[in-house]
């Protein structure tokens, strides 16, 4: 792949495309820099939970956090628990987990009349 075809949004990848994860880890990385989360989100389907957790495993955990906070909530939970207990850890330190249950228990609790 060209420098200049890089720099473009990165193009559609087919389950059947082998990418290395130092490629997704890119991908990512360049996905959170422009704050697409489109692109994260296809990221995350096409490569599977697994890869796109090794893909963000390589930041650093700020980098992480926001890359989380760019998927749909339901989403947000799985790809935390694909990341390596260390990262969990470091994150929990970010509050992006207390931050997460705080407004799922918000959004449910009743209004007052």
Do not use: Y
């Not at 420098?3 to 991908?27: H, Y």
């Not at 700020?62 to 906070?69: G, L, M």
């Not at 947000?76 to 390596?84: D, F, I, K, T």
Request: hydrophobic residues 40%; aromatic residues 4%.
């Amino acid at each position: 792949m060209r420098i200049s075809e890089r720099s473009q949004a990165f193009p559609s990848l087919g389950k059947e495309t082998s990418m290395p994860n130092q490629d997704v880890s890119l991908a990512l990385r360049r996905a959170i820099a422009g704050r697409r989360a489109s692109e994260l989100r296809q990221l995350l389907d096409e490569r599977g939970l697994v890869t796109f957790a090794n893909g963000l495993a390589h930041w650093s955990p700020r980098v992480i956090a926001d890359a989380v906070t760019l998927l749909p909530v339901e989403r947000q939970a799985a790809v935390l628990r694909h990341l390596p207990s260390r990262l969990r850890d470091q994150l929990g330190h970010l509050d992006l987990l207390s931050v997460r249950r705080k407004e799922t228990f918000t959004s449910c609790t009743p209004r007052a009349w």
